[in-house]
């Protein structure tokens, strides 16, 4: 059963970086993509960043390209999500999500992998 468990979030001031993990078990990813999703209050989940485990293929939503940088490290089984220049508009809690695909996707149909979230909080 493939688990998913993130972490790396937490309170951080605007302009402030953060970068979370999500570490992934259970499957063997080289026919993977991994997606980084953001659900703020009210709001509908999104796409932040997607990267294919093989290749290194990737994504990013408008919103956060040139901020953002999606990574993963095959030995230790581990999606990155390194954030820089945050915005208040960025809080929100952060899904990692696996998906059987050949590339990297924006469509959260597409992932049959969720894990808990984290919640990011930017705010002075």
């Known amino acids: 059963q493939v688990q998913l468990v993130e972490s790396g979030g937490g309170l951080v001031y605007p302009g402030g970086s953060l970068r979370l993990s999500c570490a992934a078990s259970?499957?063997?990813?080289?026919?993977?993509?991994m997606g980084w999703f953001r659900q703020a209050p009210g709001k509908e989940r999104e796409s932040v960043a997607s990267?294919?485990?093989?290749?290194?293929?990737?994504y990013y939503a408008d919103s956060v390209k040139g901020r953002f940088t999606i990574s993963v490290d095959n030995a230790k089984n581990t999606v990155y999500l390194q954030m820089s220049g945050l915005k208040p508009e960025d809080t929100a809690v952060y899904y990692c999500?696996?998906?059987?695909?050949?590339?990297?996707?924006?469509?959260?149909?597409?992932?049959?992998?969720w894990g808990q979230g984290t919640q990011v909080t930017v705010s002075s």
């Open positions: 999500a696996a998906g059987r695909l050949w590339g990297p996707s924006p469509d959260r149909d597409a992932y049959d992998y």
């Open positions: 259970g499957g063997t990813f080289s026919n993977y993509a």
């Open positions: 990267i294919t485990w093989i290749g290194g293929s990737r």
